[in-house]
């Protein structure tokens, strides 16, 4: 299988490198490959002139502040000694993964068109239904989706915007000739998470090698919180010219609360609770020590199930009750708006070129990885014929769980699979196993190449925009493709130079 690696043209084979800059006082990039990459020769030339122990060092030094800052995440299903949710650092590494300028900016235009398109097909799907009515789309699809929300059917959102925040994935292959070709692994509409670790990440980096900074011309992501509240403040109902803006939270007990406190923090608005929340009149408003405080926009971190027991799950206490009926008025926006989850399911994502296609009448810019929908049955039939050699997902799946890695499973894993398929066949979609980039990382014995992905956030508002750059998530296990935090994945800041 062809492999393509961020800084070398070429890798060691397999095996080589690590035990040689073991045993010696400064790293030997050379030995993990060679003929640097332009973009990254000046980084590694910095590189290979550093010592182990000054990078194992620095790493501990990283560590040691994540932990004070309280930058952790907690893993549901694992307990610690005493029973309870255990929380872990997300591991950060030390080598940044190097995007140049250009590559950046024709990927930049293919998300923007790309968030575009899922926005326009959002409000089709809650208003006219063109794209079932064009045959584009089977209306099961849609209409059937755990993700639809019925409530939304003629419902307008300020902009014509759904989701003002997306996350989308993005993967690097190589093509026949291996060039690195990227793809879009998955769109993340709903409540997308890591912006705080891309934040965090640059702050460490800065902090740890401040000569890098002065020697590469890196552009800036600080600016994001500016953006986020920028864009959320624009998705206002016309009821006001001063909104009010606040971020809404599950609690502390959930796995992304640090992200949740850090960006209210960051944009200095309240962090809030659904407790925290009452609705009067058709308007939401907020308790606060000096009486009710009227709210206009809900940048909300809480799945659409909880946000108002009124009308989803009424058992719910982490939403407000009649939250829907002042959202339906048009008094308050809820950002990513409710409903916007029925484009990110991973059973209408092979439809988003078409999307493109039809909404904007353009080519995409960023193509889909190919695509196997189990519903089909001549699809379902060659997915069970090649199990062993496909990522199976479960279309509802999320966080790396509910998918089979079929090169990496076992006989008996791949069996119980293959039975849970046959099973709910329109529960799933497969795509080939894809020889994900890999990007040196600094790892217990030195540096090796590791795979990677990366995360850029979308916002939009009036307008389309985003900061330079992402989360770049790294799988650390050595020829692991999985770089989900929940399954021991890690972090890397990325550089667009």
């Known amino acids: 299988m062809l492999k393509f690696d961020e800084m070398y043209q070429i890798l060691a084979a397999k095996g080589q490198g690590q035990s040689q800059s073991q045993n010696q006082g400064a790293i030997q990039c050379q030995s993990i490959g060679s003929d640097i990459r332009e973009h990254y020769r000046s980084y590694e030339q910095w590189l290979s002139r550093q010592t182990l122990e000054s990078m194992k060092a620095r790493k501990e030094e990283a560590e040691m502040i994540f932990r004070r800052v309280g930058i952790t995440f907690a893993v549901y299903g694992t307990k610690d ?34 968030v575009t398109a899922l926005n326009r097909f959002i409000h089709d799907v809650y208003h006219d239904q063109e794209i079932i009515k064009a045959g584009i789309i089977p209306a099961e699809q849609v209409l059937n989706n755990a993700q639809f929300r ?86 206002s109902p016309a009821t006001t010219d001063e909104p009010t803006v606040v971020v809404l939270t599950p609690g502390m007990y959930n796995s992304a609360y640090f992200e949740h406190a850090f960006i209210a923090q960051q944009m200095g608005v309240e962090l809030l609770e659904g407790q925290d929340l009452f609705v009067k009149d058709n308007f939401v408003y907020m308790r606060t020590t000096r009486g009710p405080k009227r709210v ?37 926006a809820i950002c990513n708006a409710v409903g916007t989850g029925v484009a990110d399911d991973k059973s209408i994502y092979p439809y988003v070129p078409r999307m493109i296609e039809f909404y904007l009448g353009q080519k995409p810019i960023l193509n889909n990885v190919p695509t196997y929908m189990c519903r089909k049955p001549e699809d379902l039939k060659y997915v069970m014929a090649n199990l062993k050699d496909l990522v199976v997902k479960e279309v509802h799946g999320a966080g790396g769980y509910g998918m089979l890695v079929g090169p990496a499973s076992t006989k008996a894993e791949i069996e119980d699979f293959g039975k849970a398929v046959m099973a709910n066949p329109s529960g799933y979609i497969a795509q080939p196993t894809l020889s994900l980039s890999s990007c040196p990382t600094f790892v217990e014995s030195g540096v090796a190449p590791r795979h990677i992905d990366l995360r850029p956030f979308v916002l939009s508002g009036k307008e389309v925009q985003m900061v330079p750059g992402g989360l770049t998530r790294v799988a650390l296990k050595d020829g692991s493709l999985v770089v989900n935090s929940s399954q021991g994945g890690g972090t890397k800041d990325t550089w667009i130079i």
């Open 81 to 114: 000694e005493d029973g309870s949710g255990t929380e872990r650092l997300i591991p950060f590494d030390l080598i940044p993964r190097i995007i140049p300028k250009q590559e950046w900016k024709s990927m930049e235009e293919g998300l923007v068109q790309r």
């Open 150 to 235: 019925p409530e939304m059917m003629g419902v307008d959102v300020p902009n014509n915007i759904y989701s003002h925040i997306s996350g989308v994935d993005i993967v690097r292959a190589p093509d026949a000739q291996g060039h690195g070709e990227y793809y879009v692994l998955e769109d993340n509409l709903r409540v997308p998470s890591g912006v705080s670790y891309m934040l965090e990440n640059r702050k460490m980096m800065m902090r740890l090698f401040p000569e890098l900074f002065h020697q590469n011309r890196v552009a800036p992501v600080r600016h994001y919180p500016d953006l986020l509240l920028e864009t959320l403040r624009a998705s």
């Open 296 to 332: 206009d926009v809900i940048y909300r971190r809480v799945d659409d199930d909880y946000l108002d027991p009124q009308v989803f799950r009424p058992t719910s206490t982490l939403g407000c009750a009649g939250l829907m009926d002042a959202y339906r008025a048009g008094n308050v």
